[in-house]
């Protein structure tokens, strides 16, 4: 597959999709994904190949070991190809919060591919070869570049793969998942990755299941819920219409469709935002200067050698987070901002739990707008960019499976239609997003 390799070079050149890239094909085949190149979210350890989760702290880090998705992969046969591009540490919506490259919309590139998983939906989305991608979610990070770049992203439930092998976010909230042209190539690569793993104590117990046999068309007697609170204030009119089509295609397929509420949608943001930013500050206290990645002349105190490694290694907004994170944490705080987000998150995982008590699947728009251009995310407020995960961050928060599917287009841009189902459902999801990819 050496082929492959110089083309995926190519495609680098024009889109910006690759921090690192295999210089050999190292492939054993014999495996379901023999003559399958798959990449590799930067933030996921590959044995040898440069991992730095998009950020300069991690510059120069080879890891001696690859992360169990990686490994599972190599066993049935992959080439692993390169690492894709992504915002720092997974810290975006836009992948442009990076010292690297900026992966570009396959669309329309003057716009955005989407975040943080920005280089492997580009790649999904422009590979004319046999192509898979490992991806990871904190809060939206596959579905938001899937819905961006118009291919199939599928988050799974949190506990379903392993986690061992990637570079830390936010611990109770980072899932790896796939990504892929067709709901088919996205069930085989989450059926290769999931099930148990004994380095990671995080990981569910149950079985490895063949998601591919959860590719029926046939959604007949389908429950499908539609949250209202995922139509409101700042969805596009353009994207609902394309959502709302697709809805009524599964109706048409014999699924029932009903309108319910999650009513704690609205503070759900605020929740995520304060628990992963407290969480990312704990974990990348790691990141000194000492053990791996970024050194400097050992001078001064540790505090001062500390300090001077992370001001050059870290983003502004890597620092933002890491100043916030830590605020939240400190005492006579916690209890206002961080026990608070978590009772929050309690509540939002109870709306989902009721919500499912009643429907199968909930339905809604994956991103209220298309991929914007790069000169209006440029003129964004932080506060802007988060606001972006509006739609996306609630599931994270609830740790259930959630699939982006394109629907439609707004501009001549993709649109995303995201399907949410309860813990360990992410059969139910790829039934029914197969179902409407036959239907076209």
């Known amino acids: 597959m050496t082929g492959v390799i110089e083309r995926a070079r190519t495609l680098d050149e024009e889109y910006g999709i690759f921090n690192a890239l295999a210089e050999s094909d190292d492939s054993t085949g014999g495996g379901r994904l023999e003559g399958v190149a798959v990449s590799v979210k930067d933030n996921i350890c590959v044995m040898g190949m440069e991992t730095r989760a998009g950020s300069r ?131 085989l690569l ?117 300090s001077r490694v992370r001001a050059r290694g ?14 939240t944490r400190m005492a006579g705080y916690r209890d206002a901002y961080y026990l608070k987000a978590l009772r929050v998150r309690t509540r939002v995982i109870e709306d989902f739990k009721r919500a499912f008590e009643e429907v199968d699947v909930l339905a809604a728009p994956t991103m209220p707008v298309v991929a914007p251009r790069f000169d209006e995310i440029s003129g964004m407020e932080p506060i802007q960019h988060y606001m972006m995960d509006v739609l996306t961050v609630a599931p994270n928060l609830a740790g259930i499976p959630m699939i982006s599917f394109p629907c439609g287009r707004v501009h001549g841009m993709p649109v995303g239609l995201h399907l949410m189902a309860d813990h360990m459902g992410e059969g139910k999801l790829i039934r029914a997003a197969h179902a409407l990819e036959v239907r076209g």
């Open 314 to 327: 870290f983003s502004e907004e890597a620092k933002r987070r890491v100043i916030l994170g830590t605020f």
């Open 57 to 187: 702290v991690l510059e120069g880090y080879r890891p001696p070991f690859d992360a169990t998705v990686v490994k599972k992969c190599r066993e049935e046969g992959a080439l692993i190809l390169g690492k894709t591009t992504q915002d720092e540490f997974g810290f975006g919506t836009f992948s442009v919060n990076t010292p690297f490259k900026v992966p570009l919309n396959p669309h329309d590139r003057e716009r955005s591919a989407g975040g943080s998983s920005g280089g492997a939906a580009c790649l999904t989305s422009v590979a004319d070869f046999p192509h898979l991608a490992l991806a990871e979610s904190t809060g939206g990070s596959i579905s938001c570049p899937a819905s961006f770049c118009g291919v199939v992203g599928l988050t799974p439930t949190y506990g379903r793969t392993s986690r061992w092998g990637l570079v830390d976010y936010a611990n109770s909230l980072d899932k790896i998942g796939v990504m892929g042209k067709t709901v088919a190539d996205a069930a």
């Open 190 to 306: 989450l059926s290769v990755i999931s099930g148990p793993d004994e380095y990671d104590s995080t990981v569910s117990q149950a079985q490895p299941e063949d998601f591919t046999e959860y590719l029926q068309n046939d959604v007949e007697g389908l429950r499908v819920g539609v949250p209202r609170e995922y139509f409101g204030e700042g969805v596009d009119t353009g994207v609902s219409e394309a959502v709302w089509g697709a809805i009524k295609g599964l109706e048409s397929q014999g699924a029932t469709v009903k309108e319910l509420s999650l009513p704690h949608t609205g503070v759900s943001l605020a929740s995520y935002y304060i628990i992963a930013m407290a969480e990312a500050s704990t974990n990348l206290a790691k990141f000194s200067g000492l053990r791996y990645g970024l050194h400097l002349p050992l001078e001064g105190s540790f505090d001062d050698y500390f």
